[in-house]
């Protein structure tokens, strides 16, 4: 299969970054971000020659987040600061403003808004590859032949992850399934699924007319499964679910640096890829 040469050529890559260069002894670029998934792909990207600073805490719920005043002051010292380009870090503006520090946004542009969950897609994710590994190299140019080998590398992991949800999403016997929170807009887009989502938008109550609504879409569009988040509360899905008589499973866009399977970008993707999988009715494939 295709995904196979891929590895291939990622693993190759990769051996030529730990032969041609670490990034040891060298001025370190001071990275802030917003979210742990964007954090990693930072990481995969800078390597040693970066050191980040991820101001969300794991379980915390994004949209009401706000950092403490002993997490402002590493805006003083910062070299860069990527936010999603969503509004999602309200916050924000008033230290870059006093700061100075310099930003990178997620998306090409900042559309204060917008659903948040951007990080999701994997083809947006490479194209914010790209931009931060020319943003780390305009910091620090000595660094620009291994931010480039480190981001080529990348790159071809989150293109075979595209791959591997497009193989998947080909496969499965559903197309709908019903979540918490409109976190998955962007995958859904991406992979020609359908998400019906509880809540409409954090600042929207949730009314039992809407859960009636909810739950006669579901049954409208043949729903197979119903997805619930580790940083929102479940109650209301598993009401959904229990109407619906259908399996709830966890899909998270957090992470979680202490979790083995969901420590780091293409993990925490493949486990959700996993999860809508088995959710979705999936076909078990050779490779």
């Not at 030529?16 to 260069?21: A, M, S």
């Not at 914010?128 to 190299?137: E, G, Q, T, W």
């Not at 499965?172 to 409409?200: A, D, G, Q």
């Given at each position: 299969?295709?995904?196979?040469?891929?590895?291939?050529?990622?693993?190759?890559?990769?051996?030529?970054?730990?032969?041609?260069?670490?990034?040891?002894?060298?001025?370190?670029?001071?990275?802030?971000?917003?979210?742990?998934?964007?954090?990693?792909?930072?990481?995969?990207?800078?390597?040693?020659?970066?050191d980040v600073v991820v101001l969300l805490p794991p379980g915390a719920d994004p949209h009401t987040w706000e950092p403490t005043p002993q997490q402002i002051k590493v805006f003083e010292r910062a070299d860069l600061f990527?936010?999603?380009?969503?509004?999602?870090?309200?916050?924000?503006?008033?230290?870059?403003?006093?700061?100075?520090?310099?930003?990178?946004?997620?998306?090409?542009?900042?559309?204060?808004?917008?659903?948040?969950?951007?990080?999701?897609?994997?083809?947006?994710?490479?194209?914010?590859?790209?931009?931060?590994?020319?943003?780390?190299?305009?910091?620090?140019?000595?660094?620009?032949?291994?931010?480039?080998?480190?981001?080529?590398?990348?790159?071809?992991?989150?293109?075979?992850?595209?791959?591997?949800?497009?193989?998947?999403?080909?496969?499965?016997?559903?197309?709908?399934?019903?979540?918490?929170?409109?976190?998955?807009?962007?995958?859904?887009?991406?992979?020609?699924?359908?998400?019906?989502?509880?809540?409409?938008?954090?600042?929207?109550?949730?009314?039992?007319?809407?859960?009636?609504?909810?739950?006669?879409?579901?049954?409208?569009?043949?729903?197979?499964?119903?997805?619930?988040?580790?940083?929102?509360?479940?109650?209301?899905?598993?009401?959904?679910?229990?109407?619906?008589?259908?399996?709830?499973?966890?899909?998270?866009?957090?992470?979680?640096?202490?979790?083995?399977?969901?420590?780091?970008?293409?993990?925490?993707?493949?486990?959700?890829?996993?999860?809508?999988?088995?959710?979705?009715?999936?076909?078990?494939?050779?490779?």
């Amino acid at each position: 299969m295709k995904w196979l040469l891929a590895v291939a050529i990622t693993l190759s890559v990769l051996g030529c970054i730990e032969q041609e260069g670490t990034g040891e002894n060298t001025t370190t670029v001071s990275v802030i971000v917003s979210i742990y998934p964007i954090g990693d792909m930072v990481k995969q990207v800078g390597g040693e020659r970066v050191d980040v600073v991820v101001l969300l805490p794991p379980g915390a719920d994004p949209h009401t987040w706000e950092p403490t005043p002993q997490q402002i002051k590493v805006f003083e010292r910062a070299d860069l600061f990527v936010e999603t380009g969503t509004g999602l870090e309200f916050w924000a503006e008033d230290f870059v403003k006093e700061t100075g520090v310099r930003v990178l946004t997620f998306t090409k542009d900042y559309q204060p808004g917008r659903n948040p969950h951007v990080w999701l897609d994997p083809m947006l994710a490479e194209d914010f590859v790209v931009r931060l590994k020319d943003a780390l190299s305009d910091i620090d140019p000595e660094g620009e032949e291994y931010y480039e080998k480190r981001a080529q590398s990348y790159l071809l992991q989150l293109q075979q992850l595209d791959m591997e949800y497009r193989e998947t999403f080909e496969n499965v016997s559903k197309k709908v399934f019903v979540s918490t929170h409109p976190t998955w807009e962007y995958m859904c887009m991406r992979y020609n699924l359908t998400e019906i989502p509880i809540e409409e938008t954090p600042e929207k109550e949730i009314t039992p007319a809407r859960l009636r609504e909810v739950i006669e879409m579901a049954k409208k569009l043949d729903a197979g499964v119903v997805f619930i988040e580790p940083q929102q509360n479940p109650q209301l899905a598993l009401t959904v679910a229990n109407e619906l008589d259908v399996e709830v499973l966890t899909l998270d866009p957090i992470g979680d640096p202490k979790d083995p399977q969901r420590d780091t970008y293409i993990k925490l993707m493949e486990y959700n890829l996993a999860q809508l999988k088995k959710g979705l009715g999936g076909k078990n494939e050779d490779h």
